[in-house]
């Protein structure tokens, strides 16, 4: 039966290290040039990190909690404390009021995220024994321009990474010991693909038309100086005309270089001399209109359309069908994130420390978008049907929510009891 257990093809070329330069056609995105071109673009361009933001900040901001999933309660409880998240259907313990030394989901899932900008994200697990068990102190993020090798097995599996190091030796991480997210990943190809990669061509076309209408209004806003020369003496013949001519054109562009606009701005010419601004003739051609469709372009690659409503369609009716559409995919990305956390954090972490029998947790998310606004009608409907009880903790957070004053016992009115008539009690009062 060994053939039922053994690969006979392959998914990585080499059986060694992915090339994505085979698959790269643009010279200046092939890894890992195009890590900095990624850079420059979500720091640069306001409209790449709207885009990224926009994909980005709804994920981060949903709730993250650990489900027990059949797991002991004793092994659920420990994950939670590591990872710093809430259980499932349980309230979260106090914060400590010292953070030193714990690890951070919020930080992890941002830098997480930035799979999403370079094609993938490293980390780096290390542990810290304590009282019996190793507890998770951090998943050290190792930043795409560090990134020197990726091995990879035969069978697209990822084998290790290494970093360029201060020296010649190169700092070598197993697999065991790293959690990879790749966004997009195909075979052996553990680099990814941007998600800025369909972008590139509407931004790089959008930069260069930037830095041409800048240089046009700078050219043409005032005028171009144009110096006329008075004509030459009549004495002069010869080589005595030529210097002349010579030494006034050289006068006349000194004079036409040196000119700016300002309250002390002013020239002193010769009599018989000109000096004048010239602006272009015709019409200048009119860049908004492609720099718009750039934008929209750009937008299009993440599915963001409705950052292109108002320019686009030239209307907010489709907003909420784009913005559906665009919540839908963002729950694909949390799902992967989900996904590899639960594999290669929760997992590895219950194998270290209860064997790896022992069921595991798994991270879940609050669905993306769910959340609908606190109203008055619908608290007063949701306790009158007894689906929410009304509590200190209820009330401290709906007079923080309307911006009302703090509950003061001192001045606070008797509430009529359940089943007495309330105009009796308020006479009573």
Known sequence: MASLENESGYATPGFSFWNPDEDE????????????????MRRQDAQVISVLRAVTLPIRRTEWRIDANGAPAEVAQFVAENLNLPLVGAEQAPRPVRTRDRFSW???????????????????????????????????????????????????????????????KRARMKVDRIVAYTNDREGGNWLGASLLRPAYKFWILKDRLLRVGAQTVDRNGMGVPVYKSPPAPERLTGDELEAWQKAELKRGLDLAKSFRSGNQAGAAISHGAEMELLGVKGTLPDADKPIRYYDEQIARAVLAHFLNLGTETGSWALGSTFAEFFTLSLQTVANQIADVATQHIVEDLVDINFGTEVPAPRVVFDEIGSRHPVTADAVRALIECRALTADDELETYLRTVYGLPAHNPSTARKRPEEGENATQTAAER
Not at 29 to 34: A, E, G, Q
Not at 133 to 158: E, N, Q
């Open 106 to 168: 919020q930080e992890h899932l941002r830098l997480a995220l930035l799979m999403l900008t370079f094609g993938h994200s490293f980390f780096e697990q290390t542990y810290r024994y304590e009282a019996g068990r190793f507890h998770l102190r951090k998943l050290g993020w190792r930043p795409p321009r560090t990134i020197a090798k990726v091995d990879v097995a035969a069978d697209g599996g990822l084998v290790a990474i290494e970093q360029h190091g201060t020296g010649p």
């Open 25 to 40: 056609k643009t010279p200046e995105l092939r890894w890992p040039l195009n890590v900095d071109i990624y850079d420059t």
